[in-house]
């Protein structure tokens, strides 16, 4: 498996172990830092390298920076170009998982609004193992954050101090990852994935409202299953007893991709085993990433 040997830090490739922030910037001391997680797939035909949604992505990051107040210069146009060279440098044989990350550079108050840097780094990340076993996950007993606290649709490095403790909470309780609820006791999220759950030929996913992040992967699945099968998702809010109905449910996230989920709360979700739409999600998914279908949304960039 390749290795990253180059880093991008304010424009400047260097080598990978060269990267470094103070310790004292307010992106160390009070977390004013939003991130992207990309991945740029390999055609296994022609070997070339395709950025998944980069805009999508960019879009969000430049929102998470607005509401957090950062004065920034950072462009679409010039970050692709940065992000393609990235790439490039570290000549990956494999697909690439790459974490962007923008930060206060400024050593001193909390309020400050700059200037903001950031890195880029480019890595391999392997397809989870539980992608073909599947999950399973408990209702954790920390709730998701609310939007009047700390607002879930920024991705905001800050709030995954509420992912990190449920996802360490589930381990503790011999679970292989968690369900957060909302303030309100409505299903959310996974701490760091999107949820979906099939009942009765349905696939049904908490909406917007049920403090989740505004993912770039739950809305490429929405659209992909309503094109599939010319029927709508469902997006409402979802009971927590409701889980436990679910015929089938899967986790989605760019690091996570698509992950069945085969119990919940130690009960098993429908028969315990990966359901049909599961599947059929999977490979979709797969293939339009892969650009194996046709990329008739224009999702995918060229490195």
Request: charge should be neutral; aromatic fraction near 8%; proline fraction near 6%.
């Amino acid at each position: 498996m390749w290795q990253p040997k180059i880093i991008l830090q304010n424009d400047k490739l260097l080598p990978y172990e060269q990267a470094s922030v103070h310790p004292m910037s307010l992106g160390m001391t009070y977390a004013t830092a939003v991130f992207e997680g990309l991945r740029a797939y390999r055609n296994p035909t022609t070997g070339d390298f395709k950025i998944f949604r980069f805009a999508e992505h960019f879009k969000r990051l430049l929102l998470g920076m607005k509401v957090m107040r950062f004065d920034h210069s950072l462009t679409e146009d010039g970050m692709r170009e940065a992000l393609s060279g990235l790439i490039r440098a570290n000549e990956p044989d494999d697909d690439v998982y790459i974490r962007l990350l923008v930060y206060i550079e400024a050593l001193g108050l909390m309020a400050q609004t700059g200037p903001v840097g950031y890195t880029a780094a480019a890595s391999p990340r392997e397809r989870p193992k539980f992608a073909d076993t599947g999950m399973s996950l408990g209702v954790s007993s920390w709730s998701r954050l609310s939007d009047n606290a700390s607002p879930p649709r920024i991705k905001a490095t800050a709030n995954y101090h509420n992912a990190r403790l449920t996802q360490l909470q589930a381990k503790s309780d011999g679970y292989d990852g968690a369900l957060m609820l909302t303030p309100s006791g409505k299903v959310s999220e996974a701490p760091i994935a999107c949820f979906f759950m099939v009942r009765e030929g349905k696939l049904i996913t908490p909406n917007i409202g049920s403090n989740i992040l505004e993912s770039v992967t739950r809305d490429t699945i929405i659209t992909l299953y309503e094109e599939a099968t010319g029927q709508a998702v469902v997006q409402r809010e979802v009971d927590r007893s409701e889980l436990y109905f679910a015929d089938e449910a899967f986790l989605c996230g760019t690091g996570q991709e698509i992950i069945p989920v085969v119990k919940i709360d130690r009960l098993p979700v429908g028969d315990g085993a990966i359901g049909p739409i599961t599947k059929k999600m999977q490979k979709i998914y797969f293939d339009a990433v892969r650009e194996l279908t046709p990329d008739t949304h224009g999702w995918l960039t060229k490195v």
